[in-house]
């Protein structure tokens, strides 16, 4: 190898360098002008309560934050179930009374099922290939790929918002917050940063950003963002007044913590529960719902105020609580917490259990 040649090749190692640490300076530079678009005021100011259903914005929020295992069609209940054999997840279907079970999509995990205009959206994670959006008719045909990569759905009018992750397998991160058409067309990122538990209500997103790991809300229309929670947190869900969540444990193993409501004007905070499941809140009515691992992670609710305590599901270990229709929805784990045991519907004060998983 001659002498000019390693210089040459030398010169073309240093200029690749410095392109690598142009493009990552760009893409630090990009996010930090995102951070700063978004105006910092106080939270008191993007407070919206007229033109919002608040009401439905607290169920769906819930739902939404237990990754939206199960969805409601007229006499249908959709959900994530498990092939025995296979060990493999599955998009299913069965009636209301848990009978007449119908598998859709095989091999894949089912997430953020949902339903517009009679069409079935779902986030579906095939096994080696990541996460999709996609779209099908209620019997399953017609399956169509929307959104390659997107980590969640919620449908908003006729748009699909949605976070769009980057990276392999299971191992996937969210990189920013985006919008598009019902067919996946016309994609416009809306916050290009990790932000996660996104939630649209009118012209706010309610989320958690991965810096601090606190909620905030961003006005869409202004890019007026504001630090809702002082605390760091986690499943956090709104009625327009209060703001209700669990703290977020410094322990990532941890399995317990407090359950917490806020008053989005004063700031004001009130510890619901001293300790409760990191797995389950669900807001529905005037009753908070969250797991007791006192009671071996049976479902409990209280009013909002935390009085009034409540065992409203008798199975230990449930998690990925949804409600739809008044009705609940949910999964019982075995005693040590690592495998699904069964999966049921029942009425919103616990009674008329169904089972809905085939086995």
Known sequence: MSKNFKRALIALLVVAVVLVAAVFHTMQKKEDVQDQKQQQVDSTELIQTEGIDYDTVKREMSNHNSEGVFAIWKD?????DFDADSG????????LD??????????????????????????LWYRDLGPALVSMAPDGKGETTLIEDAMDVQIVGDEIYYNLGEGEDYEFNNVAFYRCNLDGTESEAIMVKTTYDNFVAGDLVYYVDAKDEKVHVYEMETEKDALVTEDRAMR?????????????PEDDEAETTSLVRIDLKSKETKVLAE????????VEGDKVYFGDPSADNRIKSVDKDGNGSFT????TNVRYLCCQNNKLMYFDFDKNGEYVDHLYICNIDGSKKNRLDKS
């Open 88 to 95: 493999n997840g599955r998009l299913v279907r069965s009636h």
């Open 312 to 315: 409203v599901i008798e199975d």
């Open 275 to 282: 300790e409760v499941s990191v797995d389950v809140l669900l």
């Open 76 to 80: 249908w209940v959709y959900f994530t």
């Open 236 to 248: 956090f869900v709104t009625d327009g007044t209060y703001g209700y969540y669990l703290v977020r």
């Open 98 to 123: 848990g009978k007449d079970y119908q598998v859709l999509v095989q091999d894949c995990d089912p997430t953020y099922i949902t339903f517009k205009d009679d069409v079935l959206y779902a986030v």
